[in-house]
């Protein structure tokens, strides 16, 4: 058992850095340092295309298709050294972690061709269809239909909770194409172009003021009969799949950014003096542990090449990273006070540790509430009974 | 990456869980628990049939030379256990001795801890004068005192093996809520020394070590506590269906299992931690000590609550492991001493 990395892979981590830190105080300069997930989005896009150019965008891909093959340990090392440089997020993180595995996992030669350069050049933005007003943690209950009309699947209902699907060009969509199924069975994986007349777009303002996700409407929406990922009726399979490569080496990425938040906290506890009071030292040591336990968690959860058993590490992790933060917000706004009440300017809009408060709410529903996890490692990891499902 | 168990590790791992589960049983922990709070033949088997007792020591002094993250898995096998043991002497005195003291001292003392021949019991005290080696103090809450063959006792002043037999040594046992760890008071009054000749280092070295010990201990008990609800939760029936199936019920399992995966982390990221001195090391150990306490005292808890009338009952084994988990949380510091020198770290000290 050891702590860190090898001396190949730090040599590794290294050239990561250089490439990255040479980026961020030369071209792109401008976008250096933000934090939300849409400012300065067209700047971003030509961001996404230089990581493609220099074949930095999707390194654990095959090489064949833009990647380096990178190891998991690559992977988790450029991830880090993404936050620590202050690269602003992926816009295409949607297309890039979640469609780009997708199609290497499921599709066929010629859907990988037709996407993947795309999407790793941040040509081809993607959000994801799968949440609806009924189909929320029970996400197997959606109702958006489609029917296969000669050689076009014709798309009508509604999703919710499209992030970003108003920077997006395309939309993974999980929908009901056997008529009277229920459940996880009769769904259909189908990739469908935004830009059409049977596609609109709403975004839902969010407690922030921001409007990061969307309400997506579906009226009568075409796309050709070729964009089904897997077979017909095979929509949860694929669905599932995809769910389980939104966990793994994005998290280390993820804690440099934790990481500058907590500091920011113990910033403004020196600062207000909050940093004397005793009750306020024991909340900021918990949070400085619980980040620790988080990343060596993660250490574990990678490191771990037996897939035989369950991995309790991983499993936790979700509950364990969105309640350590939404904490976190709490936290912030009892050591800054009243200041945090207001606002720097004339608009609804809030500075890092406020808008942490408001923002991390998020973070304990969306990917599967706490709720949900509990029930999951209860079930998935002690072997509890699952829960009864009512009568639909 | 490789922050996973060696081949050798994994194998040692499973090698103290299978000694412990089958010889250090509820009946025998019991007899002991009603004595002198040690299962002798269960240390004999320990220290000489499975050997291990030594796992940290150096071979030239009858060990095996591997580092804590071994001697962690055997606290934490122990612990899962609830065994009734003197481990916690052993980790803390025999790594006094072997970061504070001289050769002789060494070769005199770890073989015979390592062996089970001598039973070791360590703490400080601020209460302790020195006139030469002379020694008159007083030191509280030492664990299996009343045990002990030899003491290593010291504070930032220094550090001195202590033998029982000694004149002066005067030890008084109390009746302890941890019957599995029962504590002494250790008066000294003019008692002979043998001062290790770094007594910081040594003293430094066995409160590390101590940390880690019961921190494995903690974790080991908290997944015991779980996985010995889990199964109460699988065979108990009520209002018709099995208690595991209400969410009430899953969700509490849920949250101990949160817990203890990062006890988990935490305890092997501070062996790990040791073995590598580490920068972040003292970090790592403050942060073990704090989490796997608390969590163990959560899980023990929760197990009795889980587990309804029963649980508290003398017969049924949760009380073992819930006060087993108090005694740990107020050992060696609380958690509130380890979250401030943690925060100390961070934000300075204390105003």
């Known amino acids: 058992m050891k702590l860190g990395f090898s001396a190949t892979e730090e040599e590794f981590r290294r050239e990561c850095a250089d490439w990255l ?357 209860a079930e998935r990891g002690l072997g509890m009974p699952r829960e009864p499902r009512g009568d639909v | 990456m490789e922050f996973v168990f060696t081949e050798e590790q994994q194998m040692i791992r499973e090698t103290a869980k299978g000694f412990f589960v089958e010889n250090a049983t509820s009946a025998r922990t019991r007899r002991a628990m009603a004595a002198d709070g040690i299962d002798s033949d269960l240390w004999t088997g320990f220290c000489q049939d499975l050997g291990l007792a030594g796992v940290t020591v150096p071979e030239v002094y009858g060990g095996a030379g591997l580092g804590q993250v071994e001697f962690a898995l055997l606290a934490e096998a122990a612990g899962a256990q609830v065994a009734a043991l003197p481990m916690v002497g052993l980790a803390m005195a025999s790594q006094a001795i072997l970061a504070g003291g001289a050769e002789a001292q060494k070769a005199a003392w770890l073989p015979k801890l390592v062996s089970g021949s001598a039973i070791a019991a360590c703490a400080g005290s601020e209460d302790l004068s020195a006139q030469g080696d002379s020694l008159t103090g007083t030191f509280q809450f030492v664990p299996h005192g009343a045990s002990a063959d030899v003491f290593v006792l010291g504070n930032d002043a220094g550090a001195w093996i202590v033998e029982r037999s000694a004149s002066g040594v005067e030890v008084t046992p109390h009746v302890t809520m941890d019957q599995t760890r029962p504590l002494v008071t250790v008066a000294l009054n003019g008692a002979q020394g043998d001062k290790l000749s770094d007594g910081i280092a040594a003293m430094r070295a066995a409160r590390e070590a101590g940390w880690i010990c019961i921190a494995a201990e903690a974790l080991g008990g908290a997944q015991e506590a779980l996985d010995r609800t889990v199964a109460y939760a699988k065979e108990r029936v009520q209002f018709g269906r099995p208690i595991g199936s209400f969410q009430a019920y899953k969700h509490r399992l849920a949250d101990m299992m949160i817990e203890i995966e990062q006890a988990r982390s935490a305890v092997y990221w501070a062996a790990c931690a040791a073995d590598e001195q580490a920068s972040d090391l003292q970090l790592a150990l403050h942060a073990a000590k704090a989490f796997a306490a608390d969590t163990y005292a959560k899980c023990a808890g929760d197990m009795i609550q889980l587990h309804g009338g029963i649980g508290f009952t003398w017969e049924h084994d949760a009380h073992l492991f819930f006060k087993r988990a108090r005694a740990i949380q107020s050992m060696l510091g609380n958690g509130n001493w380890h979250r401030e020198q943690v925060a100390s770290m961070i934000l300075g000290e204390a105003a």
Not at chain 1, 60 to 88: D, H, K, M
């Open chain 1, 21 to 377: 830190n040479g980026q961020m105080a030369g071209e792109f300069k401008d976008i250096k340092g933000i934090t939300t997930l849409t400012e300065k989005a067209e700047r971003r896009k030509e961001w996404e295309q230089q990581l493609a150019a220099d074949k930095w965008s999707c390194i654990g891909w095959p090489e064949e298709w833009g990647g380096r093959a990178a190891t998991l340990a690559q992977q988790v090392i450029f991830a880090e050294e993404y936050a620590r440089a202050g690269v602003p997020g992926r816009v295409n993180h949607i297309g890039v972690e979640l469609a780009g595995p997708t199609l290497l996992a499921f599709g066929t030669d010629a859907q990988k061709n037709r996407f993947l350069p795309g999407i790793a050049a941040g040509q081809t933005i993607f959000c994801q269809g799968f949440s609806e007003p009924g189909a929320g943690s029970d996400l197997a209950s959606v109702r958006t239909k489609a029917r296969l009309e000669g050689d076009e699947w014709v798309v009508n209902g509604q999703k919710i909770w499209t992030s970003l699907a108003h920077i997006s060009d395309w939309i993974f969509v999980v929908s009901r194409s056997e008529e009277g199924s229920k459940g996880p069975k009769g769904l259909t994986f189908l990739m469908m172009e935004i830009d059409q007349p049977g596609i609109e777009i709403r975004p839902i303002k969010q407690i922030n003021g921001d409007a990061e996700f969307n309400e997506t409407f579906f009226t009568d929406a075409k796309c050709p009969a070729d964009s089904l990922i897997g077979a017909v009726g095979d929509g949860w399979k694929i669905a599932m799949g995809l769910l389980a490569f939104e966990r793994g080496v994005s998290t280390l990425g993820q804690q440099m950014g934790f990481r500058n938040e907590l500091d920011e906290v113990i910033a403004a506890a020196k600062a207000t003096g909050a940093a004397k009071d005793p009750l306020i030292r024991q909340r900021i040591a918990k949070a400085e542990i619980g980040l620790q336990l988080m990343r060596y968690g993660a250490m574990r959860m990678l490191s771990n090449t037996d897939h035989s058993k369950i991995d309790g590490a991983a499993l936790t992790y979700k509950i364990q990273w969105a309640s350590w933060r939404r904490g976190l917000g709490e936290l912030a706004m009892d050591i800054i006070g009243q200041s945090g009440e207001v606002a720097d300017g004339d608009a609804y809009e809030w500075s890092v540790l406020p808008n942490l408060f408001l923002y991390s709410r998020s973070d304990t529903i969306y990917g599967g509430t706490n709720q949900i996890q509990r029930n999951l490692i």
